[in-house]
């Protein structure tokens, strides 16, 4: 008899949890240009092959998501850059770290990838590492953006930390990184909320550099009332998963208390520290501090404005968008935005994988995993495909007629008319509201935005301050589910 019921626990965390049964799938695409797409799929012929997750453990999204915040901390590749300060007009530290290629290849070429971590991570992310490593291995320069607060080594010189949507310390990076390198081309890059802050600020009515040719987001949330609504829930187990946010966001805050609650906000905005730590979710969080710092009254108008689905319309540049199906943070249904829109704007392509978790994706191996992820080896890949293909007009295009790799493919048939405008005077457009809710940055409290007044370093091609090298070298294997290092 108990034999019988442990081969019944056995069957059911095989078939139920790991789900072992299923097999690599290929990823599915939408977008409304059909020509575009053609193209893109060319020049991109890995993404159209068969996504191959870990057998043992890969096809199950917790695990995927477990094992990238957890266990590969203790694995990730040495990447040594400079690490750049900026002062803003409001008296807060940005700082970004500066990688140059390794391969000079690309660099010839001038491009950068800048870089927009997720909630609470940084330049020392794991992820953003070996993302990093990757992208200089293939020629690329790589800035990246230290989210305000997320690094104890620099000090929070301001009331705030950073935001879901505030896309003011990303543009300051993107600024700068032009003031040094004037002719280079910038792919924007985003993960997990770092992707919601890059399809914002690509599409929000703010005077963008044109030096930013194309952008990248994967696994990011386009939809902040629908996403935390759905991280209310227990279903998929996702309250743990806003527990574990809300309790690192409140670490933060913890960090940097005194510059953070100051008298003049607590007694201008009615910031309670008590209230703030006894917060057991982001919403309670945002409601007794995030929002009133931002200068909303309600959450709910505050989610909004920090949402980035209403500037997708105005995207003027090639961007894909990167999901997961078994994505326990952002489930299905929040998919539903992008996925429309893909269909509905030109510059839109979404890649749908059924597998892969949240900036998960782990790949190849039975129970340790290649080096590299599916993510890592895509975000480069697709970036290749966006600048090699960013010259040339996306109607009209002359292809062979056959269809690339079988893939399969989602199109709408016909071009919206997005309205979108020409790039007038930054005035002009938030006047005008044109492209959706924004951030209220000219009635924040602390009067943030996304002009600095000075920087710590003053030459281009002498960025200060080396970036701590404090990590292993990137192994042959990287460790799956425990065990030993190769």
């Not at 006894?278 to 989610?303: Q, W």
């Not at 209403?310 to 249904?333: C, G, L, S, Y």
Request: hydrophobic letters at 40%; glycine letters at 8%.
């Amino acid at each position: 008899m108990y034999e019988l019921v442990l081969v019944a626990v056995v069957l059911c965390i095989l078939f139920k949890i790991l789900n072992v049964n299923n097999s690599p799938e290929k990823s599915i695409f939408y977008c409304s240009n059909q020509n575009f797409l053609d193209e893109f799929l060319k020049r991109a012929p890995e993404l159209t092959q068969p996504y191959v997750p870990t057998r043992f453990w890969g096809f199950s999204g917790h695990i995927q998501t477990i094992v990238q915040s957890v266990i590969s901390r203790l694995h990730c590749p040495l990447v040594n850059g400079h690490r750049i300060s900026m002062k803003l007009t409001d008296g807060a530290t940005v700082t970004y770290d500066l990688y140059h290629a390794i391969n000079q290849q690309k660099e010839m070429l001038d491009i950068t990838l800048a870089i927009c971590p997720g909630i609470g991570n940084n330049s020392e992310s794991v992820y953003i590492r070996r993302v990093v490593y990757h992208a200089q291995l293939n020629g690329y320069r790589v800035c990246v953006l230290n989210h305000i607060g997320t690094l104890a080594s620099v000090p929070v010189t301001s009331p705030r930390i950073f935001m879901y949507g505030n896309t003011a310390d990303y543009a300051a990076m993107i600024k700068d990184v032009v003031r040094r390198y004037p002719g280079t081309k910038l792919v924007c890059v985003g993960f997990s909320m770092g992707g919601n802050i890059v399809g914002k600020y690509l599409g929000e009515p703010r005077i963008k550099p044109v030096n930013v040719v194309a952008g990248v987001a994967v696994c990011a949330g386009y939809d902040m009332i629908g996403g935390m609504r759905m991280l209310m829930e227990w279903n998929g187990f996702r309250r743990m998963y806003m527990y574990a946010m809300t309790e690192n966001m409140k670490a933060i805050i913890r960090r940097c208390w005194k510059e953070l609650f100051t008298v003049e906000v607590k007694n201008k905005l009615g910031i309670s520290e008590r209230q703030v730590f006894n917060s057991g979710t982001l919403v309670e969080l945002d409601d007794v501090y995030t929002r009133r710092l931002a200068g909303f009254k309600s959450v709910t108008e505050f989610y909004i404005a920090n949402s980035s689905y209403h500037h997708f319309k105005n995207i003027k540049v090639p961007t894909v968008f990167i999901n997961a199906r078994d994505d326990p943070i952002i489930p299905p249904p929040l998919l539903e935005v992008i996925r429309d829109a893909a269909l509905k704007y030109e510059n839109i392509v979404f890649v749908e994988q059924k597998f892969g978790g949240h900036l998960g994706f782990y790949e190849g191996g039975f129970l340790r995993s290649n080096p590299l992820t599916w993510q890592d080896r895509m975000v480069v890949h697709i970036a290749d495909a966006l600048v090699e293909g960013g010259g040339k007009e996306k109607e009209g295009l002359e292809l062979e007629s056959e269809n690339v790799s079988n893939a399969t493919v989602h199109t709408s048939g016909v071009f919206d008319d997005t309205g979108t405008e020409s790039d007038e005077k930054e005035g002009e457009f938030l006047n005008r509201n044109s492209g959706g809710p924004n951030l209220r940055i000219e009635k924040f409290n602390i009067g943030m935005t996304s002009d600095y007044t000075s920087l710590d370093s003053s030459d281009p091609g002498s960025p200060t301050n080396l970036t701590p090298a404090n990590t292993p070298v990137l192994r042959r294997k990287v460790l799956g589910c425990g065990g030993g290092e190769e």
